[in-house]
């Protein structure tokens, strides 16, 4: 089945130690999208790639980065995580396009932990 | 500015009982709309959409949204709910790559 799989679906790190987490999709969308989830509220989207443009939204933090090498593949790295960065991290993607309905599709989610 | 208003965070039903929640979107073009349903400690789950066409739409597992434009809602509902279906739901309207989702109703059913 197509789908969007992120790994790891646990993340345990250090305050100040860098972290990436990993996104991959196969269903050949061409926008893939980062978004930050707090207990209890609604995903916050950190930024997106249309196809390899990055967009960033104006209120994410510099801390965050990400890197889209392929059609298939996005990171995000979080450079010196804080306490204040630990959530749900879910990854998500659409095609973006004539006809389309925008639609996005969401993986699994990592937890990340910062201790 | 384009929002998305779900006016009830929390919401209990007693299995077998039909449910309805509501979302509110602000004026727009036709709105593409959408319907996720969130399981503790997963990814989001895309239950119906709208963006064209007869305005009640049927999801999986049981469930259908109306669009009305009159009173710029997209309310979900379910004729009989099942214990399963307790988990956060969150409306969403969409356009040219951005969402902007609802701050979420969490369903709990009373055996």
């Known amino acids: 089945d197509a789908m969007v799989i992120q790994n790891p679906r646990y993340q345990v790190t250090q305050f100040g130690k860098p972290v990436t987490l990993s996104c991959s999709q196969t269903?050949?969308?061409?926008?893939m999208y980062w978004y930050q989830q707090k207990s209890s509220q609604a995903p916050k989207l950190l930024f997106h790639?249309?196809?390899?443009?990055?967009?960033n939204e104006a209120d994410t933090p510099d801390n965050f980065q990400s890197r889209r090498p392929n059609t298939s593949f996005c990171f995000l790295d979080i450079r010196s995580p804080g306490l204040g960065d630990a959530a749900m991290y879910l990854c998500?993607?659409?095609?973006?396009?004539?006809?389309?309905?925008?639609?996005?599709?969401f993986g699994p989610g990592t937890r990340l932990t910062v201790t | 500015a384009q929002s998305v208003t779900q006016p009830d965070i929390h919401i209990t039903v007693s299995e077998g009982a039909s449910l309805e929640l509501r979302c509110n979107y602000s004026?727009?073009?036709?709105?593409?709309l959408f319907w996720y349903v969130q399981s503790p400690g997963q990814g989001l789950q895309l239950l119906l959409k709208?963006?064209?066409?007869?305005?009640l739409v049927q999801g999986i597992k049981g469930f259908e949204a109306e669009f009305k434009r009159s009173q710029s809602s997209f309310n979900l509902r379910k004729p009989s709910v099942h214990w399963s279906d307790a988990a956060e739901y969150f409306c969403?309207?969409?356009?040219?790559?951005?969402?902007?989702f609802g701050s979420g109703t969490k369903l709990n059913v009373k055996p």
């Open positions: 790639y249309y196809d390899k443009d990055f967009n």
């Open positions: 004026y727009g073009a036709t709105p593409y």
């Open positions: 709208y963006f064209s066409g007869d305005t």
């Open positions: 269903l050949n969308h061409n926008v």
């Open positions: 998500a993607t659409s095609r973006v396009g004539s006809g389309t309905s925008y639609e996005q599709y």
């Open positions: 969403a309207r969409g356009n040219f790559n951005k969402f902007y």
